[in-house]
């Protein structure tokens, strides 16, 4: 089962969310697809905030880089210098 839905909460309705369903049937089969799908979906969400420059997020992706199974990986941002931005941006506007 696949569900498309408007997003609803964006405030003006201009956005379509996704989402699945999986019937949980015991097999080994979907057990598996299971644990990789809800690994995926916390995973995702960690390296989004991640990528935002959130320290907590950050220090969560570089400890499942280094501890995760499965071998997957976050990349890990390298956090511009902000006083090197601005001199730049200043510099373009002199």
Known sequence: MVALH????T???KAVN???GLVLDGSE?????????????VM????????AGN?????????YNT????GDQITIPHPADE???????NKLFE
């Open 18 to 20: 996704g989402g699945f």
């Open 29 to 41: 089969r979907v057990d598996s697809i299971i644990k990789s799908a809800m690994l995926w979906d």
């Open 55 to 63: 320290p907590n997020a950050r220090e969560i992706a570089i400890a």
């Open 67 to 70: 501890q995760n199974p499965n």
């Open 44 to 51: 995702g969400g960690v390296a989004r905030r991640n990528w």
């Open 83 to 89: 006083a090197k931005v601005a001199a730049a941006v």
């Open 6 to 9: 408007n997003g609803g909460g």
């Open 11 to 13: 405030g003006i309705g």
